[in-house]
């Protein structure tokens, strides 16, 4: 089981997939330096089908 992300991370994550979707892309990736590192990030967005989301709800319960 995946740990569960603050509200401030899924807060942040929306926000960044908002500005993905009105920019018309769906894929990004880049670098960032956190912790005195740097780490390659990467996002892909992949909607959810009408079939899987009882499923995928079932994950933040």
Not at 37 to 59: G, H, K, M, T
């Amino acid at each position: 089981m995946q740990p569960r992300m603050t509200f401030e991370t899924c807060r942040a994550l929306t926000q960044l997939t908002r500005q993905l979707l009105e920019a018309g892309e769906h894929t990004t990736d880049t670098h960032v330096l956190a912790e005195g590192r740097l780490y390659r990030v990467a996002v892909s967005l992949e909607p959810v089908r009408a079939d899987q989301l009882d499923e995928v709800l079932n994950r933040y319960r």
